[in-house]
């Protein structure tokens, strides 16, 4: 293993810097493709109308209209290769300092939907695997297959009704109580804002584990060596944590792992509906607001957090299975 | 005469099938199955690929699947071998061989999986001891699965049964598709489970190799037995009582490789009577009514006109 390290560390580097190259010129090519029109975006036709001609054009040269799109690609790249992503042009921020404020909200509720789903989602799929046919498992089933058809949006505006309009036990919307200074904010204040989001964000994100667990559990239930394991006298919790576990896990924990990017989409969507200042409303607004600079950063963080968790799949794949961890050393 | 360790009378195994929409239909694919096992002998199980041996391993380690149900009566030393019983004595004094490594946790090591997980002292020593005797080098604990060569997997699996004290051995196809060698040297390890006492009911499509180590053989034909013989039985065509066993002895190389035509009948279109009938040249009218399993010369028939 310790001689293929460099090489595989090597390997995903360049990958993933093929990746960000890629990505940041299909965003690019994206915006510039996109309809909207930064000024009138963000000026307004009114306030555009009553301008001077020169007021209009430090404007346009403000957003960037004028400026040839490979020209302005290149000099955003050669400012991010050296480490600087520009400022933002709706928050009048560094572009760093706006994502490290968004990325930590955002963070916060992803983290906390991505344990939940994980651990829920694998308990639901193993009970309902191990009871296949039962009540139990019908039941689990049946949830499963309408939550995964369901909008995550749609599911927010649910739980945002029931809970914090009628039942009023959650906070309508963002991140920290209204009218607190900054400073004032406790965690608890954090966590009391963030459950419904989260709660939207891991009830989408169970059913797809739930439903591929239970699928590998009677897959593994079924098998040889589980058989095998009940004719030596094994049974009960003990058959499941030393015979069947494993299997199950390993597909359950790389899907967890890939499943980042859906929770990242999922996200911005459900940050929309709770108005939670997070990652993906900055990204709607930077995308609807032309902030180019800002949707660029974004995108690439995103992308580094989707790759990062299929990269960690994939080594956690060896440190499960010791067909592919010995496997890949005897060649 | 001692009580035998395992006696099997009458098993029948059928399946509950969906057929054509929702109709069910029952499929008996085990049909009044009778042997018997002593202690310290070998009895093979003998009969071709596919016609539902193995279930008779699962019917008596209590493990058929849910699908299936299972008449008779299985005797296990003196005392009805019910679903509690087998389920306590299955894994200690009642011991599987399986036929293949996909019986074997993937993902853990060899070692661990052949102590059953079970750390102390004395267990610890029994392993290092029937590796030493299997020839088997101590890394070998530290494999997994699929890192063994077909050679040492017979002898981890054997292995798995010799951990136990086991007074009933049953193993499943023990040597599929090896070569002569490691076939051999694997019903030998059989022999010496034998010889230190245990009852061992080996299950095999192989009656060549069979012969050679065991002590009396049930030939199974159409998920039944149709005759129990000793292994000296199988020297001369003529010491043989049924008819199926006489055409697998006229078809072993050295006697000839004589075959018969035809196959065995398929569960869904069984005949009625004796279920050789329509391959067999003796067979008459009455050959269509109910077939008695008689003792003759020592051993069990299920054939009207044995002598």
Same mark, same amino acid.
């Given at each position: 293993?310790?001689?293929?390290?460099?090489?595989?560390?090597?390997?995903?580097?360049?990958?993933?810097?093929?990746?960000?190259?890629?990505? +940041? =010129?299909?965003?690019?090519?994206?915006?510039?493709?996109?309809?909207?029109?930064?000024?009138?975006?963000?000026?307004?036709? @009114? @306030?555009?109308? +009553?301008?001077?001609?020169?007021?209009?054009?430090?404007?346009?040269?403000?957003?960037?209209?004028?400026?040839?799109?490979?020209?302005?690609?290149?000099?955003?790249?050669?400012?991010? =290769?050296?480490?600087?992503?520009?400022?933002?042009?709706?928050?009048?921020?560094?572009?760093?300092?706006?994502?490290?404020?968004?990325? +930590?909200? +955002?963070?916060?509720?992803?983290?906390?939907?991505?344990?939940?789903?994980?651990?829920?989602?694998?308990?639901?799929? @193993?009970?309902?695997?191990?009871?296949?046919?039962?009540?139990?498992?019908?039941? =689990?089933?049946?949830?499963?297959?309408?939550?995964?058809?369901?909008?995550a949006f749609w599911l927010a505006l649910l739980l945002l009704m029931v809970f914090a309009v009628w039942l009023g036990w959650f906070p309508i919307g963002l991140s920290v109580p209204i009218g607190v200074e900054a400073s004032g904010v406790t965690l608890a204040d954090r966590i009391y804002h963030a459950v419904l989001p989260a709660l939207t964000l891991?009830?989408?994100?169970?059913?797809? =584990?739930?439903?591929?667990?239970?699928?590998?559990?009677?897959?593994?239930?079924?098998?040889?060596?589980?058989?095998? @394991?009940?004719?030596?006298?094994?049974?009960?919790?003990?058959?499941?944590?030393?015979?069947?576990?494993r299997g199950v896990l390993l597909p359950a924990v790389t899907l967890h792992f890939a499943s980042i990017s859906e929770i990242f989409g999922g996200s911005v969507l459900v940050e929309q509906v709770f108005s939670y200042p997070g990652l993906g409303q900055a990204a709607v607004a930077a995308g609807l607001g032309s902030d180019m600079p800002l949707l660029?950063?974004?995108?690439?963080?995103?992308?580094?957090?989707?790759?990062?968790?299929?990269?960690?799949?994939?080594?956690?794949?060896?440190?499960?299975?010791?067909?592919?961890?010995?496997?890949?050393?005897?060649? | 005469?001692?009580? &035998?360790?395992?006696? $099997?009378?009458?098993?029948?195994?059928?399946? !509950?099938?969906?057929?054509?929409?929702?109709?069910?239909?029952?499929?008996?694919?085990?049909?009044?199955?009778?042997?018997?096992?002593?202690?310290?002998?070998?009895?093979?199980?003998?009969?071709?690929?596919?016609?539902?041996?193995?279930?008779?391993?699962?019917?008596?380690?209590?493990? *058929? %699947?849910?699908?299936?149900?299972?008449?008779?009566?299985?005797?296990?030393?003196?005392?009805?071998?019910?679903?509690?019983?087998?389920?306590?004595?299955?894994?200690?004094? $009642?011991?599987?061989?399986?036929?293949?490594?996909?019986?074997?946790? &993937?993902?853990?090591?060899?070692?661990?999986?052949?102590?059953?997980?079970?750390?102390?002292?004395?267990?610890?020593?029994?392993?290092?001891?029937?590796?030493?005797?299997?020839?088997?080098?101590?890394?070998?604990?530290?494999?997994?699965?699929?890192? *063994?060569?077909?050679?040492?997997?017979?002898?981890?699996?054997?292995? !798995?049964?010799?951990?136990?004290?086991?007074?009933?051995?049953?193993?499943?196809?023990? !040597?599929?598709?090896?070569? *002569?060698?490691?076939?051999?040297?694997?019903?030998?390890?059989?022999?010496?489970?034998?010889?230190?006492?245990?009852?061992?009911?080996? $299950?095999?499509?192989?009656?060549?190799?069979?012969?050679?180590?065991?002590?009396? $053989?049930?030939?199974?034909?159409?998920?039944?037995?149709?005759?129990?013989?000793?292994?000296?039985?199988?020297?001369?065509?003529?010491?043989?009582?049924?008819?199926?066993?006489?055409?697998?002895?006229?078809?072993? %190389?050295?006697?000839?490789?004589?075959?018969? &035509?035809?196959?065995? &009948?398929?569960?869904?279109?069984?005949?009625?009577?004796?279920?050789?009938? %329509?391959?067999?040249?003796?067979? !008459?009218?009455?050959?269509?009514?109910?077939?008695?399993?008689?003792?003759?010369?020592?051993?069990?028939?299920?054939?009207?006109?044995?002598?």
């Open positions: 293993m310790n001689r293929r390290w460099p090489v595989f560390l090597l390997k995903n580097l360049v990958r993933m810097t093929l990746l960000v190259i890629c990505i +940041s =010129i299909v965003t690019f090519g994206l915006m510039k493709a996109s309809p909207v029109d930064p000024l009138q975006a963000n000026v307004g036709q @009114a @306030a555009l109308g +009553s301008m001077s001609q020169e007021q209009r054009e430090k404007l346009e040269e403000y957003w960037g209209v004028n400026t040839s799109p490979v020209e302005q690609y290149l000099s955003w790249a050669g400012d991010f =290769i050296r480490g600087d992503m520009g400022t933002s042009l709706l928050y009048r921020q560094p572009v760093t300092r706006v994502i490290a404020v968004k990325l +930590s909200n +955002s963070l916060f509720l992803m983290v906390m939907a991505w344990i939940l789903s994980g651990i829920l989602g694998f308990a639901l799929g @193993a009970l309902a695997g191990m009871n296949q046919g039962r009540l139990v498992d019908k039941c =689990i089933k049946g949830y499963c297959l309408v939550i995964s058809s369901t909008p891991s009830i989408t994100g169970i059913s797809n =584990i739930a439903l591929h667990t239970r699928e590998k559990m009677i897959e593994v239930m079924g098998s040889d060596y589980i058989l095998f @394991a009940r004719m030596r006298g094994e049974k009960g919790l003990r058959l499941l944590r030393r015979y069947a576990l660029m950063a974004i995108t690439i963080v995103s992308a580094l957090f989707v790759f990062g968790g299929n990269l960690a799949a994939n080594i956690l794949y060896g440190v499960i299975d010791p067909r592919i961890r010995r496997g890949g050393t005897a060649e | 005469m001692k009580v &035998p360790v395992l006696k $099997i009378e009458h098993m029948n195994i059928s399946f !509950t099938q969906y057929d054509r929409g929702m109709r069910q239909v029952e499929l008996p694919t085990i049909r009044d199955l009778n042997v018997e096992v002593h202690e310290g002998e070998i009895v093979a199980v003998v009969g071709s690929s596919g016609s539902g041996k193995s279930l008779l391993a699962h019917g008596v380690m209590g493990v *058929l %699947p849910y699908n299936a149900s299972m008449g008779g009566k299985i005797v296990y030393r003196g005392e009805e071998l019910t679903a509690d019983r087998i389920a306590r004595l299955r894994g200690n004094e $009642i011991v599987l061989v399986p036929q293949s490594l996909s019986y074997l946790n &993937p993902f853990a090591k060899v070692g661990y999986q052949i102590r059953k997980g079970r750390k102390d002292a004395q267990t610890r020593q029994r392993l290092d001891d029937i590796f030493k005797r299997y020839d088997l080098k101590k890394e070998v604990e530290d494999l997994y699965p699929f890192e *063994l060569s077909g050679g040492m997997n017979r002898r981890v699996l054997i292995a !798995t049964a010799m951990i136990e004290n086991p007074r009933l051995v049953i193993a499943d196809e023990p !040597t599929p598709g090896l070569d *002569l060698k490691v076939a051999k040297r694997a019903m030998r390890h059989f022999r010496e489970l034998a010889d230190m006492g245990a009852a061992v009911l080996i $299950i095999t499509h192989d009656l060549e190799l069979a012969l050679e180590t065991v002590d009396r $053989i049930a030939v199974f034909y159409a998920g039944t037995t149709i005759e129990e013989a000793g292994v000296g039985d199988f020297e001369k065509e003529e010491t043989l009582r049924h008819p199926y066993t006489k055409a697998l002895w006229r078809a072993m %190389p050295k006697n000839g490789f004589q075959f018969i &035509p035809g196959s065995q &009948p398929y569960v869904k279109n069984m005949p009625e009577g004796c279920p050789f009938m %329509p391959r067999c040249g003796q067979c !008459t009218e009455a050959c269509r009514g109910q077939i008695p399993y008689k003792e003759i010369r020592g051993g069990r028939v299920r054939c009207l006109y044995a002598e």
